[in-house]
């Protein structure tokens, strides 16, 4: 037994999110956080290709186009595609506090089938932190913000630092993302954080 508390309930000591003041500003585009991210990577030719912008608050929206490479029932969405459009879009909250954080748990309910075709129109916020636990939640909704909800998330994400990354990654990659000036730059844009 590890003793770890694996709820998505944030406990009574947790503290409301705080927006970072460099965030970036309501609406701006955030752009991809590394071009070979399933998720939102321009590199990855049947990835999500993910479009996130920041919202007001601890939030972002973002929108993802399902594609034919997307399928998982003839014509529809994969369950699995609609989790990572969830968890990528969770992971967007990372430029609103401006900390660098993976998914420990995701919770996802799947309430209808989601065409191919379908732009998918994603929301997400953090709710509470709590050391380096971050708690948010995500919805996606067929064609719009308010078009009917399809798929829905709970989420507990954990504060790393860039050396888990470093640590953990295939050497080919690691070593072509330390060099890539881009890719620099993002990392360090939330190094900054106290
Ligand atoms: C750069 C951003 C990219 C965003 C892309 C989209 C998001 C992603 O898909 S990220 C990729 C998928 N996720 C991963 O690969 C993470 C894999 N897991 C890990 O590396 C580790 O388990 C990690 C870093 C999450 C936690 O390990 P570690 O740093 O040793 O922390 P640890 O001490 O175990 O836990 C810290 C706290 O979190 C809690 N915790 C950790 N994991 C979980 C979990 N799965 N469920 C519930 N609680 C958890 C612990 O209980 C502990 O709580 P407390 O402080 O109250 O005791």
């Known amino acids: 037994m590890s003793g770890r508390t694996t709820g998505l309930t944030p406990p009574d000591e947790a503290r409301p999110p705080v927006r970072h003041p460099d965030a970036p500003a309501p609406g701006e585009l955030l752009g991809s956080h590394y071009d070979q991210c399933f998720g939102c ?58 900390v660098i954080a993976v998914t420990g748990r995701l919770e996802t309910d799947f309430l209808s089938p989601v065409p191919v075709g379908t732009v998918l129109h994603l929301e997400a916020e953090v709710t509470a932190v709590h050391g380096r636990k971050i708690y948010s939640t995500a919805t996606g909704r067929i064609g719009g913000p308010d078009g009917p909800v399809a798929v829905r998330a709970q989420a507990l994400f954990i504060e790393v630092r860039v050396e888990h990354f470093i640590a953990n990654g295939r050497p080919d ?14 990392a360090r844009a939330f190094e900054v954080n106290p």
């Open 41 to 98: 990577g321009a590199g990855q030719p049947h990835g999500l290709h993910l479009e996130a912008r920041a919202g007001e608050g601890v939030s972002v929206t973002a929108e993802f186009t399902v594609q034919p490479a997307h399928q998982g029932a003839p014509g529809l969405a994969h369950g699995g595609v609609l989790a990572t459009a969830l968890d990528e879009t969770l992971g967007a909250l990372n430029w609103v506090l401006r």
């Open 173 to 186: 990659e690691i070593n072509a993302a330390l060099a890539d000036p881009d890719q620099l730059r993002v």
